[in-house]
């Protein structure tokens, strides 16, 4: 069994087909979470933000209902939906599979990184805050200048963690016929006629690439940690 799995390897279709499955995998996770942290700070700026006009309550209500629609359902319910669903109905013709398949991913990322970077912005002293707007900075620039950074650098370590779910959820986005590793590898195993060697090197790859986003924090976090105390020792 595994000899047989060894020698489809060598084979330059099912290689590709790997490839391209570890390409798609690794390009839905991180432009899924850029999209999501874009829109992730807007909604958290939304919620932190002062609430004396109109259009910022609501505003924040359109928010509370985005993150309750996309926290509340399935990701795999969401690829169907947008695909299968709302496209044909919105009338859009030759969308790829794969696009539909990152902003899915970055519109559902959005609504738990609007969470996470809500907590991050409160973290950072209000003080800060109070001393950009002291020196005649609007309440946009504060925040995007001095308080959103402060906040990404105390959520790192979560920011992380969602990247490192939005990688292991890829495996749902051939439900709308993306080539990604489930693919690849179940592919394969249809052809051997047995999936138990091809899924275990699946999760094999999924283990190595979850280690590598682990350590890639880690040397993150060290390297914010030694830049702060070079701060604190001028």
Known sequence: MIESFMNALKEDAFQKLILEGLKNTILIAILGLLIGIVIGTFIAIIKVRPKKRIIFKVLDKICSIYVAIFRGTPMVVQLLLAYYVLIPIIGIKGVE?????????????????????????????????????????????????????????????????????????????????????????????????????????????????VLLITLLIKLLERGLARSDRNKQSI
């Open 97 to 209: 599979p794969l696009n539909v398949g990152i902003w899915v991913f970055g519109l559902n990322s959005g609504a738990y990184v609007s969470e996470i970077m809500r907590g991050g912005l409160n973290s950072v002293d209000h003080g800060q805050l109070e001393a950009g707007r002291a020196v005649g900075l609007s309440y946009t620039t504060t925040m995007i200048k001095i308080v959103i950074p402060q906040a990404i650098k105390n959520t790192l370590p979560t920011l992380g963690n969602e990247f490192i779910t939005l990688i292991k959820e890829t495996s749902v986005v051939s439900f709308i016929t993306v080539a990604d590793l489930y693919t690849a590898f179940n592919t394969i195993g249809t052809n051997l006629y047995s999936v138990i060697i091809p899924y275990i090197f699946m999760a094999l790859i999924y283990i190595v690439l």
